[in-house]
């Protein structure tokens, strides 16, 4: 080829390849994934002309494929922690009370005294059409507890509303089945409504399937149900969720002091509305929450669905002003810490981070999602640790220390690269064992790091866990 032709070919490529990168790092710059960009040309392109809606399609295809690869396989019998899903102890009953039908039951709550174990005996049992009431006060170290002996022997079905309102301080619900059974989405929103004055409210070792927000906190009258704790539940939908109302199993809103603990959130996929939803958030002007050691998956059976789908946020999409803590929600959060947690099949963001102050993000393992994004000037975050499929994006004046990650260039994704994902054995099999024999390790950890997502005893590890077998229950 002459030298003249050879020129001329690199004056016209030149340009191209230019602008290719430029746009790039422009994408980069905002955070825009591929998998974020996809939905947003399908769209563009729709209802135009042949050409463009086919172009359209085959841009979306194939930055999908970029960016999610074959999609991640299903697996079942997945566990946060070990041990978590053995059957809790209640403790010695200052009155125990024995339940077998459903006015029973009501009859129970409504009687309740500090210190009371009510025992629901195993059997399946249908609440309609009045919620359960839970405003009965306990009393510290004497708790209303409302239990099945053993896991997976009570199922309540709920064709209301809300299920259980909790409206008093210290009840505990362990070891039930929680299922909403509406016909109708919208009329089976809330598995649990904890309100104002419940404070100190646990839900432990429970299975909750089939409702919009599983876990709905909010404060009332000025009050706020603070010093919560939700540990070792099992969360899911088994359809999306068609509605316009919020869809996310834990939404915490306003309240301070919750622990949420060693928990499987999966499959809150919202199908009406704008079609966004979250795994789990705190907002609302609370402080000082943490969630830890949970595995959150956002599309684990309910795989290929529209919509933005975001797996922990401290903020969520905000909050009306009137709602929060202070009347004013100068920051959704404060001081709230999320860590040793596994977030992963997400359409959208992995953690995402809006208006949350003095946050700490520590020792997460987040794949196949869009990444850790801080946004607003009044986000502050404190990200060490943290084992990425993705990159960590601040954005519109947020302000971020990073120490110490393993990230991905968001520019990789755009080039279906992925060297996050290539240090497990096979992940689009979910088989999370390490390529290499052993997890990567830091120079030092954080003091505050004890046993990991799965188990295994503290260490200086990237992301959640070392040894993920921990995580996968015996068949």
């Given at each position: 080829?002459k030298p003249r032709v050879l020129l001329y070919g690199l004056l016209l490529v030149l340009p191209v390849i230019a602008f290719a990168a430029a746009g790039l790092l422009y994408l980069q710059a905002r955070g825009i994934a591929p998998r974020a960009l996809a939905p947003y040309i399908e769209k563009r392109a729709s209802g135009h002309n042949p050409v463009i809606v086919a172009a359209g399609d085959w841009s979306a295809r194939t930055l999908l494929s970029l960016d999610r690869?074959?999609?991640?396989?299903?697996?079942?019998?997945?566990?946060?922690?070990?041990?978590?899903?053995?059957?809790?102890?209640?403790?010695?009953?200052?009155?125990?009370?024995?339940?077998?039908?459903?006015?029973?039951?009501?009859?129970?709550?409504?009687?309740?005294?500090?210190?009371?174990?009510?025992?629901?005996?195993?059997?399946?049992?249908?609440?309609?059409?009045?919620?359960?009431?839970?405003?009965?006060?306990?009393?510290?170290?004497?708790?209303?507890?409302?239990?099945?002996?053993?896991?997976?022997?009570?199922?309540?079905?709920?064709?209301?509303?809300?299920?259980?309102?909790?409206?008093?301080?210290?009840?505990?619900?362990?070891?039930?089945?929680?299922?909403?059974?509406?016909?109708?989405?919208?009329?089976?929103?809330?598995?649990?409504?904890?309100?104002?004055?419940?404070?100190?409210?646990?839900?432990?070792?429970?299975?909750?399937?089939?409702?919009?927000?599983?876990?709905?906190?909010?404060?009332?009258?000025?009050?706020?149900?603070?010093?919560?704790?939700?540990?070792?539940?099992?969360?899911?939908?088994?359809?999306?969720?068609?509605?316009?109302?919020?869809?996310?199993?834990?939404?915490?809103?306003?309240?301070?002091?919750?622990?949420?603990?060693?928990?499987?959130?999966?499959?809150?996929?919202?199908?009406?509305?704008?079609?966004?939803?979250?795994?789990?958030?705190?907002?609302?002007?609370?402080?000082?929450?943490?969630?830890?050691?949970?595995?959150?998956?956002?599309?684990?059976?309910?795989?290929?669905?529209?919509?933005?789908?975001?797996?922990?946020?401290?903020?969520?999409?905000?909050?009306?002003?009137?709602?929060?803590?202070?009347?004013?929600?100068?920051?959704?959060?404060?001081?709230?810490?999320?860590?040793?947690?596994?977030?992963?099949?997400?359409?959208?963001?992995?953690?995402?981070?809006?208006?949350?102050?003095?946050?700490?993000?520590?020792?997460?393992?987040?794949?196949?999602?869009?990444?850790?994004?801080?946004?607003?000037?009044?986000?502050?975050?404190?990200?060490?640790?943290?084992?990425?499929?993705?990159?960590?994006?601040?954005?519109?004046?947020?302000?971020?220390?990073?120490?110490?990650?393993?990230?991905?260039?968001?520019?990789?994704?755009?080039?279906?690269?992925?060297?996050?994902?290539?240090?497990?054995?096979?992940?689009?099999?979910?088989?999370?064992?390490?390529?290499?024999?052993?997890?990567?390790?830091?120079?030092?950890?954080?003091?505050?790091?004890?046993?990991?997502?799965?188990?295994?005893?503290?260490?200086?590890?990237?992301?959640?866990?070392?040894?993920?077998?921990?995580?996968?229950?015996?068949?």
């Open positions: 080829m690869g074959q999609g991640l396989r299903p697996a079942p019998g997945l566990v946060a922690g070990s041990g978590t899903h053995a059957d809790a102890a209640a403790g010695e009953a200052v009155r125990a009370v024995s339940v077998l039908d459903e006015d029973g039951l009501r009859r129970a709550l409504l009687q309740a005294e500090a210190g009371d174990v009510i025992t629901i005996l195993p059997g399946t049992y249908r609440i309609h059409p009045q919620p359960l009431a839970a405003n009965r006060p306990g009393l510290p170290g004497r708790p209303v507890t409302v239990r099945a002996v053993a896991a997976n022997t009570v199922t309540l079905e709920f064709q209301v509303e809300e299920g259980i309102k909790v409206s008093a301080p210290y009840w505990r619900f362990e070891n039930l089945r929680l299922q909403g059974v509406c016909r109708i989405d919208t009329d089976c929103e809330h598995a649990f409504h904890v309100v104002g004055p419940a404070s100190h409210f646990a839900a432990v070792n429970n299975t909750i399937v089939d409702f919009n927000a599983h876990f709905k906190i909010n404060g009332e009258a000025g009050r706020f149900p603070d010093y919560g704790n939700i540990e070792a539940n099992t969360i899911r939908n088994t359809r999306p969720r068609q509605t316009s109302n919020p869809v996310t199993p834990i939404d915490l809103v306003s309240a301070s002091h919750w622990t949420i603990r060693a928990n499987v959130i999966s499959d809150f996929v919202k199908a009406g509305g704008d079609q966004i939803s979250f795994g789990a958030f705190a907002k609302g002007g609370g402080s000082d929450n943490v969630f830890e050691r949970n595995i959150v998956w956002c599309e684990r059976l309910l795989q290929g669905q529209p919509g933005q789908r975001v797996g922990l946020s401290l903020g969520g999409g905000g909050t009306l002003a009137s709602l929060c803590r202070d009347g004013r929600c100068i920051v959704e959060q404060e001081g709230a810490t999320l860590r040793d947690n596994l977030v992963l099949g997400c359409s959208d963001a992995g953690i995402y981070l809006n208006s949350a102050a003095a946050s700490k993000i520590l020792r997460n393992t987040v794949l196949d999602t869009a990444g850790i994004q801080v946004r607003y000037p009044t986000s502050s975050a404190n990200l060490q640790g943290n084992l990425i499929d993705g990159a960590i994006v601040a954005r519109d004046g947020a302000t971020v220390r990073a120490a110490d990650n393993i990230e991905t260039p968001m520019v990789y994704a755009y080039l279906g690269y992925h060297p996050v994902r290539a240090m497990f054995r096979d992940f689009a099999q979910l088989d999370l064992a390490w390529k290499n024999g052993a997890a990567p390790l830091r120079e030092q950890d954080d003091q505050d790091s004890g046993a990991d997502l799965c188990g295994s005893p503290a260490s200086k590890r990237y992301g959640a866990f070392a040894d993920f077998s921990g995580c996968v229950a015996p068949p």
